[in-house]
């Protein structure tokens, strides 16, 4: 890998990936996309005690920091599942500026890209990880969840996971009050989400684009 660490204009890192030529998140704001589409209008959303979520792709780790920071202020408990087929380095991970940006220790995030792959692991009272190592196409899970933070690569840059069978499997992994929440409101998209079941709603976007995504199972 040759990622590069890039500065948004949130302040806030992100990673370049040249081989496919994309960045994690939006140069407007990796931690302001993050915010808006995944917490505010994913974990906040679901109004429960107890949460199970399931991200697809972990990547910098940013969605699982800033859902565990949440957790810890709602007193909320939720069981974090999350899979990457290519794990972000350690050179890159322990650049990352996200921590100082939101009032945390730098262990904080670091805590998250170094426990073990393939095992719970209890982060702290409010925040359990089980992260995965593997290709969203072969994954499976025994968890049925309340969220899934769907966060891969764009549909041009990745079409093999914006299918109807990976729309599916994650609508099949969904309780039935559970709801899918992405980045992503391409016309396209959205219809294969429909045409698996999901109820699809276009949301505002984060700054720098004008809509996201809700797709809910009822
Ligand atoms: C848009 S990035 C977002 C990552 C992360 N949520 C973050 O905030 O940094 C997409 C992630 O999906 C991972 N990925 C790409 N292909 C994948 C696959 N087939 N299965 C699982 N993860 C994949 C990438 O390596 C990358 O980390």
Not at 175 to 188: H, I, M, P, R, S
Request: some cysteine; glycine content about 6%.
């Amino acid at each position: 890998m040759n990622n590069k660490i890039v500065i948004t204009n949130d302040g806030s890192h992100s990673i370049f990936n040249p081989e496919i030529n994309e960045t994690y998140h939006s140069k407007h704001g990796a931690i302001v996309e993050a915010e808006h589409v995944f917490i505010k209008n994913g974990f906040s959303k679901a109004n429960k005690n107890e949460l199970n979520i399931l991200e697809i792709g972990f990547g910098t780790g940013l969605n699982a920091l800033l859902t565990s920071q949440k957790a810890m202020q709602k007193s909320i408990t939720v069981n974090y599942h999350t899979m990457e087929l290519y794990p972000v380095p350690k050179e890159n991970y322990t650049q990352l500026n996200f921590t100082d940006l939101i009032g945390l220790e730098k262990e904080s995030l670091l805590n998250l890209h170094e426990t073990p792959w393939e095992e719970e692991y209890k982060i702290n009272e409010f925040f359990t990880l089980n992260k995965s190592k593997s290709d969203l196409e072969n994954y499976t899970s025994n968890t049925k969840f309340d969220i899934i933070y769907f966060d891969a690569f764009s549909p041009e840059k990745q079409p093999e996971l914006w299918t109807e069978i990976i729309f599916k499997k994650m609508y099949n992994y969904l309780k039935e009050d559970g709801f899918l929440v992405t980045y992503c409101a391409k016309g396209v998209v959205k219809r294969t989400m429909k045409a698996v079941g999901f109820d699809v709603i276009a949301l505002d976007g984060p700054p720098g684009k004008r809509q996201m995504t809700r797709a809910n199972k009822n």
